[in-house]
Nanobody, 120 residues
């Protein structure tokens, strides 16, 4: 079993910054891709950013140039630095990871989510 624990959400003013973190634990042999998704009320969950085991990153067009995803491989942790946040980015942000268990079965896991509210 794989657990993803997110932290760093909260209330921030428009134009402000926030950093999210997510740490994976459990019966993990390797993690291929870790990333962040978000889901606003009444909308579908969407990709925000992700990073592969090789360090390749992928961003939603709407966040390019403002958000930065990084990964600490030893700590099995990813970070999402979010700058110049806008009210429409208010959402629950979910951590996601894909990899292999110690018995080499694959896993595809989600965190519980952390609320980000952008409001004055």
């Amino acid at each position: 079993q794989v657990q993803l624990v997110e932290s760093g959400g909260g209330l921030v003013q428009p134009g402000g910054s926030l950093t999210l973190s997510c740490t994976a634990s459990g019966s993990i042999f390797s993690i291929d891709t870790m990333g962040w998704y978000r889901q606003a009320p009444g909308k579908e969950r969407e990709l925000v950013a992700r990073v592969t085991s090789h360090g390749t990153t992928d961003y939603a067009d709407s966040v390019k140039g403002r958000f930065t995803i990084s990964r600490d491989y030893d700590k099995r942790t990813i970070y999402l630095q979010m700058n110049n946040l806008a009210p429409e980015e208010t959402a629950v942000y979910y951590c996601h990871a894909v990899g292999s268990h110690t018995d080499f079965r694959s896993f595809d896991s989600w965190g519980q989510g952390t609320q980000v509210t952008v409001s004055s």
